[in-house]
C-alpha cells in the first residue's frame, strides 16, 4: 500500500532505536515516557520544517561583545498544540521547548473509540470560541498513536470546522490504514508526521506489532 503524499516518515536512527525500546514489553511506564518524550523531541524538529515555516527578520540586537546582529524569528506565529487525550500530553513538553514563542495555547481534545463499533465518540473538547473571521494559522496534532484513523479524522474535521487554516499531525507509531484515512480526510490542509508505518490492524484496532495501549503504557493503567 502506497501512502499519501502529506505522510512523511521519518527515517532518522535515533527515532528508530527509540521506538524499538517503545515496542518492547519489557518497558516500564516510566521508562515508555521518557522515551515517547524523546521521539517527540525529534518529531517536533522533523515536523516543523522549512515546509511549515519561514524565517523573518525582526530588527538588531547586540551579542555579550558588543556585535550587533539581525534577531530572527519564524512565521506563522498563531500556533497551537491540540494533544489529545490522554496520550496526547506525554507529547506536549518536548513541542513546547522545540517552539521559539514565549506563550503556545494548548487546546485538549478528549475522543474514545467505541469498543464495539471502533468509531470515535468526542467526550472532551476545550477549543475556545473563535470570534467572527478569526482564523488559526497552525495547529499542531499530538498523538502517539494512529491505528485505525477514526480519532484523527474526527480531529481533523473539528479543526478545520473550527478555524484552522492547516494541521499538521505527529504520530509515532501508525497504521497504514489509519495514516491513508487520516492524511486524505482533509489532503490539502493536513500534513502528518510519523516514525513508523506498521502495516497490520487487527480485528480489535490494534497495530501489529505497534506499541499496544499507549495510554495504558504511559500510565500505568494496564
Given amino acids: 500500500m502506497s501512502l499519501p503524499e502529506n505522510v512523511h516518515v521519518s527515517t532518522h536512527p535515533l527515532l528508530q532505536s527509540l521506538v524499538s525500546q517503545l515496542r518492547s514489553a519489557s518497558t516500564d511506564s516510566h521508562k515508555a515516557r521518557a522515551l515517547t518524550a524523546s521521539i517527540a523531541s525529534i518529531l517536533a524538529v522533523v515536523a516543523l520544517n522549512q515546509n511549515t515555516f519561514s524565517v523573518v527578520t525582526e530588527g538588531c540586537?547586540?551579542?555579550?561583545?558588543?556585535?550587533?546582529?539581525?534577531?530572527?524569528?519564524?512565521?506563522?506565529?498563531?500556533v497551537v498544540l491540540v494533544p489529545i487525550l490522554r496520550s496526547g500530553l506525554s507529547m506536549i513538553d518536548s513541542f513546547l521547548r522545540i517552539l521559539p514563542f514565549e506563550n503556545v495555547p494548548i487546546?485538549?481534545?478528549?475522543?474514545?473509540?467505541?469498543?464495539?463499533?471502533l468509531s470515535p465518540i468526542e467526550y472532551y473538547n476545550k477549543l475556545p470560541v473563535l470570534k467572527k473571521g478569526e482564523t488559526i494559522d497552525l495547529a499542531v496534532v499530538l498523538d502517539p498513536v494512529i491505528a485505525t484513523g477514526g480519532t484523527?479524522?474526527?480531529?481533523?474535521?473539528?479543526?478545520?470546522?473550527?478555524?484552522?487554516?492547516k494541521i499538521i499531525l505527529v504520530s509515532i507509531i501508525v497504521s497504514e490504514e489509519g495514516v491513508a484515512r487520516a492524511a486524505t480526510e482533509w489532503p490539502e490542509g493536513v500534513e502528518v508526521y510519523c516514525a513508523a508505518v506498521d502495516t497490520v490492524l487487527s480485528s480489535h484496532g490494534y497495530i501489529i506489532?505497534?506499541?499496544g495501549d499507549i495510554g495504558d503504557r504511559l500510565n500505568h493503567t494496564l
Fill in 61 to 78: 540586537d547586540i551579542t555579550p561583545l558588543q556585535e550587533q546582529y539581525n534577531v530572527t524569528d519564524i512565521y506563522p506565529s498563531n
Fill in 107 to 117: 487546546h485538549y481534545l478528549g475522543l474514545y473509540r467505541d469498543k464495539t463499533t
Fill in 152 to 165: 484523527a479524522a474526527a480531529v481533523i474535521q473539528s479543526l478545520k470546522e473550527w478555524g484552522a487554516k
Fill in 209 to 211: 506489532p505497534g506499541v
